[in-house]
């Protein structure tokens, strides 16, 4: 068996800079910066529990719960009467457009998120909602609604009703992690995850325009997984997330979850260990190791498992806490990055409340490939305070930002090979919960961060959400 790959503790290499004409000066890209442009509110008035310690209105993992189109931004939650929503707003406007889609929230779970996803070649908007580990609720907008916004009115008429399946395509009966991914040729891809947390599966579906197709799960439960405590023989594999880059890779990282608690040091931790990165040239039908070489195939018998090599970047026990499902992103060159989080070694080899832990000693770390092709961790000098997740974005010349618990704001600038992390916006005045969601699309578009948050409260009094924007380097 091959060894792991492990992250590189080398200094990244310098490029060698290519000549310039005489008399000419090349311009200094900028380093990151961020500076509030405003801030709107959705609803005064949304659904407040927490669950899992987190909002159904704000997990980060939500994908899209924010998303930008043809110079509109979009938003989707739950009202406090449960009621499915949809915004819209144009690019920089102050008031949002809302319509109800038909659909009331089933549960006091903050699993149940609403995602949302744009088909490019038909200019619909889909909605995946309500579920966890059973049957979810799938809306899609008519034909053409995203591609004329200022022609074609915000009205419930534009939505079908309410779905069990995907236009009669029945999945899985457990359900979870609905995340819409957009196709260079402009087709939409669903993943989700089918079975329970500690033993499911990754897959996908695709719609080309005119109907959806089952193209089959990807990850294994199986196999024997071994730390130093006990072992495992089943388990589910978290996404940090998946993403095109420009050149149509499609990226995902992940750490593993192991059903039995024997793997940990404490019953009182998680059973996450190991972040690995897996890729796919062709669609998400084949996926290759960073070394390339194939170790599953969508919808077929090899799928990836805990048990291939090459598949870890960042080898951690299940002792630390650390968190899944955290955020993930690719620059300019197709290079993948990934945020993680856990509790550092320094602060003890065994945490024993995973909450208490991490919110006390939790640190997050920014993990990329570099143009060596060598694996770089940084420590993000930003204590979490939290428990729960942070988001990373890079903007238009690759400076990296963690948009941390709170609406937190750190980065760190291309130039110095994301080495200079330090916090550039505090979160005050916003009184945010927690997580947040980020609008991916956004950034690229016309370099904007929205972010999307909602504010604190007590119980179940509802409170308000709102999206606060800030202006990236031009």
């Not at 196999?223 to 998946?242: C, K, Q, V």
């Not at 550039?424 to 609008?439: C, K, M, Q, R, S």
Request: hydrophobic share 35%.
């Amino acid at each position: 068996m091959r060894r792991r790959t492990l992250l590189a503790g080398a200094l990244l290499g310098t490029a060698a800079a290519p000549a310039l004409a005489a008399g000419t000066a090349r311009a200094a890209a900028p380093g990151p910066s961020v500076t509030r442009t405003g801030s709107t509110t959705l609803d005064n008035r949304a659904i407040y529990f927490v669950s899992y310690d987190g909002l159904v209105n704000n997990n980060s993992f939500q994908k899209n719960g924010l998303l930008t189109h043809e110079g509109h931004q979009y938003a989707a939650w739950y009202t406090a009467d449960r009621n499915a929503v949809v915004g819209r707003r144009a690019l920089g406007a102050s008031t949002w457009q809302t319509v109800r889609v038909g659909h009331t929230l089933r549960y006091d779970d903050s699993h149940n998120v609403i995602s949302m996803g744009v088909s490019r070649t038909d200019g619909r908007l889909h909605l995946n909602m309500d579920s966890h580990s059973d049957g979810f609720t799938y809306v899609k907008s008519v034909a053409g609604l995203l591609d004329d916004p200022t022609g074609l009115s915000w009205t419930a008429s534009r939505f079908g009703a309410p779905q069990s399946t995907l236009d009669g395509l029945a999945l899985t009966p457990q359900f979870t992690y609905p995340q819409f991914v957009a196709t260079p040729e402009g087709r939409l891809q669903l993943s989700y995850r089918a079975g329970v947390s500690g033993n499911g599966r990754n897959a996908l579906a695709e719609y080309d325009g005119s109907r959806w197709t089952a193209l089959g799960e990807w990850s294994a439960s199986t196999g024997t997984y071994t730390s130093e405590h006990g072992s495992s023989t089943a388990r589910n594999m978290y996404l940090h997330g998946i993403d095109y880059d420009r050149g149509g890779r499609l990226h995902a990282f992940f750490t593993w979850r192991e059903q039995n608690g024997a793997v940990m040091c404490s019953g009182g931790g998680i059973t996450n260990h190991d972040t690995g990165y897996v890729h796919s040239d062709d669609r998400g039908r084949t996926w290759r190791d960073d070394a390339g070489t194939v170790v599953g195939r969508t919808g077929g018998s090899d799928r990836v498992s805990v048990t291939d090599p090459g598949l870890v970047v960042d080898p951690l026990n299940p002792d630390h806490s650390l968190m899944n499902q955290e955020s993930q992103s690719t620059d300019s060159a197709g290079r993948p990055h990934a945020v993680i989080s856990y509790v550092p070694g320094r602060f003890g080899q065994c945490t024993t409340d995973y909450v208490a832990d991490r919110t006390a000693n939790g640190r997050a770390f920014h993990v990329r490939r570099t143009a060596a092709g060598t694996w770089r961790k940084t420590e993000i000098p930003v204590p979490l305070n939290s428990s729960q997740r942070t988001r990373l974005v890079l903007d238009r010349y690759d400076n990296a930002y963690a948009v941390f618990p709170y609406g937190r704001i750190a980065a760190a600038s291309a130039a110095l090979g994301h080495t200079d992390w330090k916090l550039l916006y505090d979160g005050a005045g916003l009184n945010a919960f927690g997580e947040v969601v980020v609008d991916e699309t956004r950034v690229a578009q016309d370099g904007v961060l929205s972010v999307m948050y909602q504010e604190k409260s007590t119980g179940t009094t509802p409170s308000p959400l709102h999206v606060v924007d800030f202006r990236l380097p031009a």
